[in-house]
């Protein structure tokens, strides 16, 4: 920077010196702007025109832009491409202004962290992973603690799995996962790339290892879930997995700058509870994705994959990488599929319904980011407006998990009301 700059550009030069690993884009008006080192990334990942404009001094500076309508579409082209990007907002009225706006960082945009729909694929989830090594002993390998989130529905879980086998407890689990972006304590990352190095290309981001502290997490992680300790998410006697949760609700909060309500709740979980399948099992019989290519064609999830809802899709492909041995659970989900599978009438009525059901999960979670817009409080009350009718066909399903499936459906008709109250279509 120049000792010529422009209060702009030195407003400019603070948010980049504190986002120095993202790229900035600062908001000018109708459009958002990057400079420098950003401008010259920026041209070539969205393809847009680099030109150059005064820094003071007489010296000149790269400079690419962006409208600021078609963020969600430039934004996506960084977040595949694996670039963090810092979002810079007017923070006030420039109209109101005296002198220069005042601009911030308002949210920063990484692989493991969006909950733009357009960028998002509908049928998955898009976690955000974090890992922490529990120090062993000599006759005792330290345990695995993994958190995991994604921040598009407000899914948060916590596991610990054995550290030995050279990691491969942690690889299969991180198969299932599929993380768009993995945390990990800096004094850790390097022995964890190579570790994860042959089977994902995932973005791992270290964090300092204090944001691993046991103290630090319980606190964070109470405070996130407003509760006075975690015994009654059944996490007291776990140490490295709340350490591993308490530095990913840090990571969020830094990112997003804002309260996190829609993860209010924690799940625990044990991979003894189902059938693991390791990574080499779970690529050779293919089951989400082919050996070719790494799509979706010609799957196991392919063939059996004909949910309506993308809730439903997200949870199959959960349950197919996650196969049950309780046979009390497997019967009692092959009595519901028999159930329909014997009933053709209420199996296409409920079809039908469904085709009425949007994304109920990620649009809550835009909700809650403050990031909604008309058209999901649209998608909402549509939604609410068929639970009634799907309730009523459930109820007179013979089988115990959709009993309980009808005790669990809630038609919200306050808000329902209020939605068609509140929204013109036109």
Not at 68 to 85: E, P, T, W
Request: with cysteine; aromatic share 6%.
């Amino acid at each position: 920077m120049t000792t010529a700059a422009t209060p702009m550009l030195r407003q400019y030069h603070r948010i980049k010196n504190e986002h120095p690993d993202k790229v900035v884009m600062f908001r000018m008006g109708d459009f958002y702007e990057m400079f420098y080192e950003d401008a010259v990334t920026a041209s070539r990942v969205l393809n847009i025109t680099l030109t150059k404009r005064g820094a003071g001094g007489g010296e000149t500076m790269p400079l690419a832009g962006i409208p600021y309508h078609q963020l969600d579409a430039y934004l996506s082209k960084f977040i595949r491409a694996g670039y963090k990007v810092a979002i810079a907002e007017q923070t006030e009225d420039p109209k109101k202004a005296k002198g220069l706006v005042r601009r911030d960082v308002v949210r920063v945009a990484t692989p493991g962290t969006i909950t733009e729909s357009s960028i998002l694929d509908e049928r998955r989830h898009n976690f955000l992973v974090s890992i922490y090594r529990e120090n062993g002993s000599a006759k005792k390998s330290g345990a695995w603690g993994v958190a995991v989130c994604d921040m598009s529905t407000g899914r948060f879980e916590i596991t610990e799995m054995n550290g030995g086998r050279e990691g491969a407890d942690l690889l299969s689990e991180l198969c299932r996962l599929q993380p768009a972006e993995i945390l990990v304590p800096a004094s850790e990352r390097d022995a964890l790339a190579r570790l994860l190095d042959e089977s994902f290309r995932v973005p791992l981001t270290a964090l300092p290892d204090d944001d691993f502290g046991g103290r630090l997490a319980r606190e964070r992680l109470s405070e996130q879930l407003q509760v006075h300790d975690l015994s009654g998410f059944g996490a007291e006697e776990l140490n490295a997995a709340p350490r591993a949760a308490g530095a990913l609700i840090g990571y969020l909060r830094d990112t997003q700058k804002s309260a996190l309500e829609h993860v209010n709740t924690l799940k625990v979980y044990s991979t003894s509870d189902y059938m693991i399948l390791d990574a080499t099992t779970q690529r050779s019989l293919e089951l989400v994705e082919n050996l070719q290519a790494g799509g979706r064609d010609g799957t196991l999830l392919s063939v059996i994959d004909h949910t309506i809802t993308p809730m439903g899709a997200r949870l199959l492909r959960s349950w197919l990488l996650r196969p049950l041995k309780d046979t009390t659970e497997i019967d009692q989900r092959l009595d519901a599929v028999d159930t329909l599978f014997q009933d053709y009438g209420a199996r296409e009525d409920l079809r039908a319904q469904l085709k009425n059901i949007y994304d109920i999960e990620r649009i809550a979670a835009r909700i809650n980011a403050g990031t909604a817009n008309a058209r999901d409080l649209v998608a909402l009350r549509e939604s609410l407006n068929a639970v009634p009718v799907i309730r009523s066909r459930v109820a007179g399903l013979n089988a115990d998990l959709w009993r309980d499936l009808t005790d669990w459906l809630n038609p919200h008709d306050a808000l329902a009301r209020e939605l068609a109250n509140a929204i013109v279509d036109q």
